[in-house]
């Protein structure tokens, strides 16, 4: 059963634009929901997070958008950069802590 | 600190054949887990474990074994080979279960064939 639904597989953007990737869950039960970036031959890493306390959260570049009520969430790049090309995952746990991991994005920035 | 190291980083196996992945940190991280990743399916959660002598099933844990008897090493076993086992394996760590935003540090994976 997938829990959490991740959209779209691939995405291809220049630079500079603002790719978006979405994410919808089921368990209204998560609390915690993290976006690791994947660069080709390397394991996932943590990007960015947030709680469903708050309704957006901002890191340099990088956005959380959240709705509770629609049970989604999305990561936005702004000015996305030919770096920031990689496989992107959301996440979602609740308090027993084992990640349920989206299908994966696959980001392509051209110059 | 080196962090979640894995051995080998890549390994090709003969269907029934048996072997260990390895799986080590050194951030004295209570939490550790083994992730399996395939095209289209993400990271599936394969065994976990919350500390020494204590470990868990996952979403997939059939074919595979586990067994956690320090803090550092989490070592996975394929006990007969399955071409369905062909895929991306990554060990990963965390402090705990205590809290949920938690980071999980994950490896450099093991990419595994199995003809």
């Known amino acids: 059963q997938q829990q959490v639904k991740q959209s779209p597989q691939s995405l291809i953007v220049q630079k500079g634009g603002i790719p978006i990737i979405n994410c919808a869950y089921e368990?209204?039960?998560?609390?915690?929901f993290p976006w690791y970036q994947q660069f080709p031959g390397k394991g996932p890493a943590l990007l960015i997070a947030?709680?469903?306390?708050?309704s957006e959260k901002k890191e340099g570049r990088f956005t959380i958008s959240f709705n509770k009520s629609a049970k989604q969430f999305s990561l936005h790049i702004m000015d996305s950069q030919p770096g920031d090309s990689a496989t992107y995952f959301c996440?979602?746990?609740?308090?027993?802590?084992?990640?349920?991991f989206g299908t994966g994005t696959r980001l392509q920035v051209f110059p | 600190n080196a962090g979640v190291t894995q051995t080998p980083k890549f390994q090709v196996l003969k269907t029934g054949q048996s072997m260990t992945l390895q799986c080590a940190q050194d951030?004295?991280?209570?939490?550790m887990s083994w992730y399996r990743q395939d095209p289209g399916m993400g990271l599936r959660l394969i065994h976990y474990?919350?500390?020494?002598?204590?470990?868990d099933q996952g979403e997939v844990p059939n074919g595979y074994n586990v067994s956690r008897s320090t803090t550092e090493d989490f070592p996975l076993r394929l006990l007969s080979a399955a071409p369905s086992q062909t895929s991306v394996y990554f060990c990963?760590?965390?402090?705990?279960?205590?809290?949920?935003?938690?980071?999980?540090?994950f490896g450099p994976g093991t990419r595994l064939t199995v003809l």
């Open positions: 990963a760590s965390s402090y705990g279960l205590g809290s949920s935003t938690d980071t999980q540090y």
């Open positions: 368990n209204t039960a998560f609390d915690y």
């Open positions: 947030i709680r469903p306390d708050v």
């Open positions: 996440a979602a746990s609740y308090n027993t802590d084992k990640l349920i």
């Open positions: 951030m004295n991280h209570e939490y």
């Open positions: 474990s919350v500390g020494a002598g204590i470990t």
